[in-house]
Structures are given as C-alpha cells and as structure tokens.
T-cell receptor, first 110, second 112 residues
C-alpha cells in the first residue's frame, strides 16, 4: 500500500513563530487531506487539497502532486495550535480508505 | 448543521466481552468510515459503508464488524475483546467518494 511520511515528528515553537510541516507520499493520489488532532482527541479537517495552494487564516497548504509531497504552513502560531497534525491520502481504488502519516506533534509555548 | 456524533464517549470492558459503538454522520452524508487509533499503530482504517453497503475493508480480524442503516447511521461491533483492542475509535463521514472527511470526537475503549 501507499506509504506516507511526515516531518518533523516533533516541533516546539514560541508563540508568534512560523513553521512548515511536510508530508511525503509514495504513489500518485487523487487528493490529500490535512487534519489537526487537539488534546481532546478531536480530528479537525484543515484542508482538502489535491494540488495547488489553499489558505485559511493563518494556515495554508500546498500540494505538489507530481513530486508527491505536501506542505502545511502555520504562521504566527498560537497556543491553541498545539496538538498533532496528520496528513492522509486515499488508497488506490476509490472510497474513503485513507492512509494516515505518523503525524507531527506540535507544542506552542508562551 | 450538527457534526458527526459518536456514542458513547468512553467505554470500559473486560476481555472476552463484546462492544457496539455508534456513529451518526452529518445530515446528508452517505459515507461512514471507521478508524482505530493507538499509540503504537497510529490511525488505521477499519471499514467504510456507503448506502448500507460495505465499500472498503481494512486489515482487521473478523471480530471487527460494522453495518449501516437506511438513515446512514452506522454501528461497529467488536466481539471477544482483547487487551490490544484498547484504542480510540473514530468515525468519519463524507458526502461520497474522494471527498473531505469529517470526524467525530471518538469513543475511547479500554479493555481490562
């Protein structure tokens, strides 16, 4: 099956700093999704981004499908950004069978 | 519009018992997927239902089963519980194939 790798595995930031999270995947995909899991376990969908760039407030994401990677940018980080960030891609054959990366654990400190 | 609702939020069971988890998708969503999250294995796909039919299945033993009702609500069942089944079980819904997934808050299952 498809392999998904995320880097870095852990990240500690001071409030106000910027960061870039990376997601590499091993095969062509139809779409890619970024999620944020908060400390209570809730997975929030941040972006559905098959290709190109999308922005939502302080967050933006870019997927370069031909080179099999995606980047998530967090600007002016806040303590509420803390949690685990996952990227996920679908298995070949359609449906919503997603393969998730191992995640980036982000901690934003005051 | 209400989000994905999972019940119960927490469950404690003993080995050998069975358990049923429930998921109500966002109104209008016909696809419901289930995922298991553990510290060691991360997030793993269990199965997906669309219009009451299982469309995809992950690599889990037959003790894990599910179903979907005509109103798109879904249940998953785990029989003969093992200690390793302790996990956060997450349900996600979407309108169809290759669409944005929306997750519920999960059911935290502890098997003693």
């Amino acid at each position: 099956g498809i392999q998904v790798e995320q880097s870095p595995p852990d990240l500690i930031l001071q409030e106000g700093a910027n960061s870039t999270l990376r997601c590499n995947f091993s095969d062509s995909v139809n779409n890619l999704q970024w999620f944020h899991q908060n400390p209570w376990g809730q997975l929030i969908n941040l972006f559905y981004i098959p290709s190109g760039t999308k922005q939502n407030g302080r967050l933006s994401a870019t997927t370069v499908a031909t080179e099999r990677y995606s980047l998530l940018y967090i600007s002016s980080s806040q303590t509420t950004d803390s949690g685990v960030y996952f990227c996920a891609v679908p298995e070949a054959g359609g449906g919503n069978k997603l393969t998730f990366g191992t995640g980036t654990q982000l901690k934003v400190e005051l | 519009k209400a989000g994905v609702t999972q019940t119960p939020r927490y469950l404690i069971k003993t080995r050998g018992q069975q358990v049923t988890l429930s998921c109500s998708p966002i109104s209008g969503h016909r696809s419901v997927s289930w995922y298991q999250q553990t510290p060691g294995q991360g997030l793993q796909f269990l199965f997906e239902y669309f219009s009451e039919t299982q469309r995809n299945k992950g690599n889990f033993p037959g003790r894990f089963s599910g179903r979907q009702f005509s109103n798109s609500r879904s249940e998953m069942n785990v029989s003969t519980l093992e200690l390793g089944d302790s996990a956060l079980y997450l349900c996600a819904s979407s309108t169809g194939t290759d669409e944005k997934l929306f997750f519920g808050s999960g059911t935290q299952l502890s098997v003693l």
